[in-house]
Protein backbone atom coordinates (compact mmCIF):
# COMPACT_ATOMS: atom_id res chain seq x y z
CA UNK A 1 0.00 0.00 0.00
CA UNK A 2 1.43 3.60 -0.81
CA UNK A 3 1.23 6.33 0.97
CA UNK A 4 0.42 9.26 -1.47
CA UNK A 5 0.84 12.92 -1.71
CA UNK A 6 -0.87 14.59 -5.11
CA UNK A 7 -0.08 18.41 -5.40
CA UNK A 8 -3.02 19.96 -7.48
CA UNK A 9 -5.33 16.96 -7.15
CA UNK A 10 -7.88 18.55 -9.02
CA UNK A 11 -6.36 19.05 -12.03
CA UNK A 12 -7.63 16.36 -14.20
CA UNK A 13 -4.65 14.51 -14.89
CA UNK A 14 -4.29 14.12 -11.33
CA UNK A 15 -7.29 12.97 -10.27
CA UNK A 16 -7.02 10.38 -13.00
CA UNK A 17 -3.68 9.15 -11.74
CA UNK A 18 -5.65 9.82 -8.02
CA UNK A 19 -8.08 6.82 -9.09
CA UNK A 20 -6.12 4.59 -10.54
CA UNK A 21 -3.89 4.46 -7.12
CA UNK A 22 -7.47 4.45 -5.52
CA UNK A 23 -8.37 0.97 -7.04
CA UNK A 24 -4.99 -0.45 -5.99
CA UNK A 25 -6.09 0.66 -2.12
CA UNK A 26 -3.81 2.84 -1.71
CA UNK A 27 -3.64 5.98 1.11
CA UNK A 28 -4.14 9.58 -0.56
CA UNK A 29 -3.77 12.99 0.74
CA UNK A 30 -5.23 15.59 -1.82
CA UNK A 31 -3.65 19.01 -2.43
CA UNK A 32 -5.87 22.06 -4.37
CA UNK A 33 -6.85 25.13 -3.62
CA UNK A 34 -10.63 24.40 -4.03
CA UNK A 35 -11.72 22.16 -0.58
CA UNK A 36 -15.55 21.83 -2.03
CA UNK A 37 -13.71 19.71 -5.43
CA UNK A 38 -11.50 17.95 -3.12
CA UNK A 39 -14.41 16.69 -0.75
CA UNK A 40 -16.26 15.71 -3.86
CA UNK A 41 -12.76 13.83 -5.02
CA UNK A 42 -11.91 12.40 -2.15
CA UNK A 43 -15.46 10.47 -1.36
CA UNK A 44 -15.57 9.22 -5.19
CA UNK A 45 -11.85 7.57 -4.31
CA UNK A 46 -13.08 6.11 -1.16
CA UNK A 47 -15.53 4.38 -3.21
CA UNK A 48 -13.08 3.23 -5.51
CA UNK A 49 -10.98 1.24 -3.23
CA UNK A 50 -8.74 3.96 -1.21
CA UNK A 51 -8.00 2.61 1.99
CA UNK A 52 -7.99 6.51 3.25
CA UNK A 53 -8.57 9.93 1.79
CA UNK A 54 -7.53 13.28 3.10
CA UNK A 55 -7.26 16.84 1.82
CA UNK A 56 -5.73 19.67 2.42
CA UNK A 57 -6.90 23.14 0.95
CA UNK A 58 -3.49 25.24 -0.15
CA UNK A 59 -2.20 27.04 -3.40
CA UNK A 60 1.03 25.95 -4.16
CA UNK A 61 2.24 29.15 -4.54
CA UNK A 62 2.01 29.96 -0.85
CA UNK A 63 5.38 28.66 -0.30
CA UNK A 64 5.13 29.46 3.60
CA UNK A 65 2.35 27.19 4.00
CA UNK A 66 4.40 23.92 1.97
CA UNK A 67 5.79 22.70 5.75
CA UNK A 68 2.50 22.40 7.24
CA UNK A 69 1.01 20.61 4.48
CA UNK A 70 3.87 18.52 4.06
CA UNK A 71 4.04 17.42 8.05
CA UNK A 72 -0.38 17.03 8.02
CA UNK A 73 0.30 14.63 5.04
CA UNK A 74 2.57 12.36 6.93
CA UNK A 75 0.59 12.27 10.09
CA UNK A 76 -3.28 11.58 7.84
CA UNK A 77 -1.02 8.76 5.98
CA UNK A 78 1.18 7.69 8.89
CA UNK A 79 3.76 8.28 6.63
CA UNK A 80 4.79 9.22 2.90
CA UNK A 81 6.59 7.75 0.35
CA UNK A 82 5.54 8.66 -3.24
CA UNK A 83 4.49 12.39 -4.34
CA UNK A 84 3.15 13.77 -7.86
CA UNK A 85 2.96 17.06 -8.09
CA UNK A 86 0.86 18.04 -10.80
CA UNK A 87 -0.46 21.73 -10.08
CA UNK A 88 -0.18 24.60 -13.06
CA UNK A 89 -1.74 26.48 -15.78
CA UNK A 90 -1.65 26.92 -19.24
CA UNK A 91 0.12 29.98 -19.51
CA UNK A 92 -1.17 32.85 -21.83
CA UNK A 93 1.77 33.71 -23.89
CA UNK A 94 0.59 36.72 -25.46
CA UNK A 95 -0.08 38.54 -22.09
CA UNK A 96 2.81 37.50 -20.72
CA UNK A 97 4.29 38.99 -23.28
CA UNK A 98 3.13 42.18 -22.65
CA UNK A 99 2.50 42.45 -18.79
CA UNK A 100 5.71 41.52 -16.90
CA UNK A 101 3.58 41.02 -14.00
CA UNK A 102 1.74 37.92 -15.19
CA UNK A 103 4.77 36.68 -16.58
CA UNK A 104 6.29 36.29 -13.27
CA UNK A 105 3.07 34.94 -12.07
CA UNK A 106 3.15 31.88 -14.80
CA UNK A 107 6.80 31.17 -13.85
CA UNK A 108 6.24 30.98 -10.54
CA UNK A 109 3.34 28.86 -10.65
CA UNK A 110 4.54 26.67 -13.03
CA UNK A 111 8.28 26.78 -12.19
CA UNK A 112 9.28 28.24 -8.67
CA UNK A 113 6.45 26.68 -6.83
CA UNK A 114 7.60 23.26 -8.02
CA UNK A 115 11.09 23.87 -7.20
CA UNK A 116 10.14 24.76 -3.44
CA UNK A 117 7.55 22.12 -2.95
CA UNK A 118 11.24 19.53 -4.63
CA UNK A 119 13.22 20.78 -1.94
CA UNK A 120 11.53 20.21 0.94
CA UNK A 121 9.81 16.98 -0.15
CA UNK A 122 13.49 15.68 -1.33
CA UNK A 123 14.88 16.42 2.30
CA UNK A 124 12.03 14.15 3.93
CA UNK A 125 12.74 11.48 1.21
CA UNK A 126 16.48 12.00 1.42
CA UNK A 127 16.19 11.27 5.57
CA UNK A 128 14.28 8.10 5.47
CA UNK A 129 16.18 6.78 2.25
CA UNK A 130 12.76 5.39 0.20
CA UNK A 131 10.76 7.15 -2.07
CA UNK A 132 9.22 8.14 -5.50
CA UNK A 133 8.79 11.56 -6.90
CA UNK A 134 6.87 12.02 -10.38
CA UNK A 135 6.60 15.60 -11.32
CA UNK A 136 4.36 16.65 -14.07
CA UNK A 137 6.53 18.83 -16.69
CA UNK A 138 5.71 18.85 -20.12
CA UNK A 139 7.38 18.36 -23.72
CA UNK A 140 7.20 22.20 -23.94
CA UNK A 141 10.20 22.67 -21.82
CA UNK A 142 12.17 20.50 -24.29
CA UNK A 143 12.12 23.88 -26.83
CA UNK A 144 11.73 27.37 -26.75
CA UNK A 145 8.92 28.18 -28.90
CA UNK A 146 7.36 31.40 -30.16
CA UNK A 147 3.93 30.02 -28.77
CA UNK A 148 4.47 29.47 -25.23
CA UNK A 149 7.83 30.10 -24.55
CA UNK A 150 7.25 31.50 -20.73
CA UNK A 151 5.15 28.28 -20.18
CA UNK A 152 8.29 26.35 -21.41
CA UNK A 153 10.85 28.00 -19.84
CA UNK A 154 9.34 27.53 -16.07
CA UNK A 155 8.82 23.97 -17.17
CA UNK A 156 12.43 23.94 -18.44
CA UNK A 157 13.91 24.40 -15.47
CA UNK A 158 11.60 22.48 -13.25
CA UNK A 159 12.97 19.18 -15.79
CA UNK A 160 17.06 20.76 -15.49
CA UNK A 161 15.90 20.60 -11.58
CA UNK A 162 14.77 17.24 -11.54
CA UNK A 163 17.70 15.96 -13.61
CA UNK A 164 20.08 17.37 -11.19
CA UNK A 165 17.70 15.71 -8.10
CA UNK A 166 17.64 12.60 -9.35
CA UNK A 167 21.24 12.32 -9.58
CA UNK A 168 21.05 12.93 -6.00
CA UNK A 169 18.32 11.34 -4.89
CA UNK A 170 20.00 8.24 -6.14
CA UNK A 171 22.06 7.62 -3.49
CA UNK A 172 19.52 7.55 -0.83
CA UNK A 173 17.04 5.39 -3.04
CA UNK A 174 14.84 7.82 -3.60
CA UNK A 175 13.57 7.75 -7.11
CA UNK A 176 12.56 10.80 -9.83
CA UNK A 177 10.34 10.85 -12.44
CA UNK A 178 9.98 13.81 -14.89
CA UNK A 179 6.74 13.37 -16.64
CA UNK A 180 6.01 15.56 -19.98
CA UNK A 181 2.89 15.20 -21.25
CA UNK A 182 1.81 16.05 -24.83
CA UNK A 183 -1.29 17.31 -25.90
CA UNK A 184 -4.01 16.24 -23.66
CA UNK A 185 -7.77 17.32 -23.81
CA UNK A 186 -8.06 18.30 -20.31
CA UNK A 187 -10.62 21.68 -18.98
CA UNK A 188 -7.17 23.72 -19.52
CA UNK A 189 -6.74 22.88 -22.77
CA UNK A 190 -10.27 22.82 -24.01
CA UNK A 191 -9.53 26.50 -25.88
CA UNK A 192 -7.05 25.27 -27.94
CA UNK A 193 -7.03 23.94 -31.70
CA UNK A 194 -5.34 20.75 -30.50
CA UNK A 195 -4.46 18.38 -33.50
CA UNK A 196 -7.41 15.07 -32.89
CA UNK A 197 -4.17 12.84 -33.86
CA UNK A 198 -1.95 13.87 -30.91
CA UNK A 199 -4.84 14.45 -28.27
CA UNK A 200 -5.19 11.54 -25.77
CA UNK A 201 -7.66 11.63 -22.66
CA UNK A 202 -6.44 12.34 -19.56
CA UNK A 203 -7.05 8.19 -18.36
CA UNK A 204 -4.26 7.44 -21.19
CA UNK A 205 -1.74 9.66 -19.73
CA UNK A 206 -2.94 8.69 -16.09
CA UNK A 207 -2.24 4.91 -17.21
CA UNK A 208 1.14 5.96 -18.17
CA UNK A 209 2.36 8.10 -15.08
CA UNK A 210 0.98 4.48 -12.95
CA UNK A 211 3.53 2.48 -14.75
CA UNK A 212 6.17 4.91 -14.81
CA UNK A 213 5.69 4.84 -11.10
CA UNK A 214 6.04 1.38 -10.51
CA UNK A 215 8.62 1.05 -13.37
CA UNK A 216 10.78 3.95 -11.74
CA UNK A 217 11.06 5.44 -14.92
CA UNK A 218 13.42 8.23 -15.29
CA UNK A 219 11.90 10.28 -18.19
CA UNK A 220 7.82 9.53 -19.40
CA UNK A 221 6.88 10.92 -22.89
CA UNK A 222 2.99 10.25 -22.90
CA UNK A 223 1.92 9.42 -25.14
CA UNK A 224 5.13 7.87 -25.79
CA UNK A 225 5.12 8.74 -29.58
CA UNK A 226 6.00 12.51 -28.12
CA UNK A 227 9.34 11.30 -27.32
CA UNK A 228 9.92 10.70 -31.18
CA UNK A 229 8.07 14.44 -32.04
CA UNK A 230 10.27 16.24 -29.49
CA UNK A 231 13.64 14.62 -30.59
CA UNK A 232 12.32 16.30 -34.76
CA UNK A 233 11.48 19.88 -33.12
CA UNK A 234 14.92 20.00 -30.90
CA UNK A 235 16.70 18.73 -34.14
CA UNK A 236 15.33 20.93 -36.63
CA UNK A 237 18.73 23.54 -37.46
CA UNK A 238 17.55 27.81 -35.95
CA UNK A 239 18.22 28.93 -39.20
CA UNK A 240 14.79 26.77 -40.11
CA UNK A 241 13.07 26.78 -36.97
CA UNK A 242 12.98 30.59 -36.58
CA UNK A 243 11.16 30.85 -39.78
CA UNK A 244 8.71 27.89 -37.94
CA UNK A 245 5.02 29.42 -36.54
CA UNK A 246 5.21 26.48 -33.69
Known amino acids: ?42 SDLLVRGADKVAIFEMDANDIAK ?6 QAQIDLEGLDTVLIAHGTFSDQKSCEQNVQTMLQELNTNGI ?20 IGVISSVAGDRGRSSNYVYGSAKAAVSTFLEGLRVRMFKADVHVIDIRPGFVATPM ?9 LTVTADVVALDIVRAFEKKKNVLYTPFFWRYIMLIIKSIPPAIFNRLSL
Open 1 to 42: MRKVLIVGATSAMAEAVARKFAQQNDRLFLVGRNKDKLSVIA
Open 66 to 71: HNDMLK
Open 113 to 132: STIALLTKIANIFEQQKMGT
Open 189 to 197: TKDLNLPKS
